[in-house]
């Protein structure tokens, strides 16, 4: 069963968009992506919650944290098939993980945990808060941003991750990332 939250093995250069949500990840992913010649991986959770939502007008729950992991990586290993070089990755496990501890009272199910903290990656591009925020219907913390982009922020530090933040506009967050990514790809 754990198998299926597993990386498979590669030797691309592994790029996650990490923070709060509305801060700009998946626009960048795009950009990056277009700017590598290669491919991203969406969030798979937005598909899935947002079909959940259509259907039902029900948010998350605990039991939605384990499909949604699976799908994450369901599309990682796809995606990685078809990259070069590059994978840009809109979101990983570690920040499912995130969103089980903030929403649930700390607890996260240790599949989860445990996958979490063993995928790797070469750097994880922290989005800060210091974009205008754009409410959804999955979107719902608009007044806790500052501690959510804390909270990840310590996560990436607990867990010793390779991470810069991205600070500014479009522009120079992208730029920022160009030049974070071109060194790992010189090395």
Not at 52 to 80: F, V
Not at 101 to 116: S, W
Not at 132 to 160: C, S, V
Request: glycine share 4%.
């Amino acid at each position: 069963m754990e198998k299926k939250f597993k990386q498979q093995p590669s030797d691309l250069i592994k790029i996650v968009l990490f923070g709060p949500e509305s801060t700009g990840k998946t626009t960048l992913s795009e950009q990056l992506a277009r700017y590598y010649n290669t491919v991203w991986v969406p969030e798979y959770a937005r598909e899935y919650l947002q079909n959940k939502w259509n259907k039902e007008r029900k948010t998350c729950e605990p039991h939605d944290l384990l499909p949604i992991a699976e799908g994450q990586m369901r599309l990682e290993n796809e995606s990685a098939k078809m990259a070069s070089d590059v994978l840009i990755c809109d979101t990983d496990l570690l920040e499912t993980k995130v969103y089980s501890e903030a929403y649930y009272v700390g607890h996260c199910d240790p599949i989860l945990e445990k996958n979490a903290l063993h995928n790797t990656y070469d750097l994880y591009l922290l989005t800060y808060i210091d974009v205008p925020w754009i409410g959804d219907d999955l979107r719902d913390k608009p007044n806790e941003r500052e501690r959510m982009f804390n909270y990840f922020k310590d996560t990436l530090e607990k867990h010793n991750r390779n991470f810069i933040i991205l600070k500014g506009d479009k522009k120079t967050r992208f730029n920022t990332a160009i030049t974070q990514i071109d060194k790992l790809l010189k090395k």
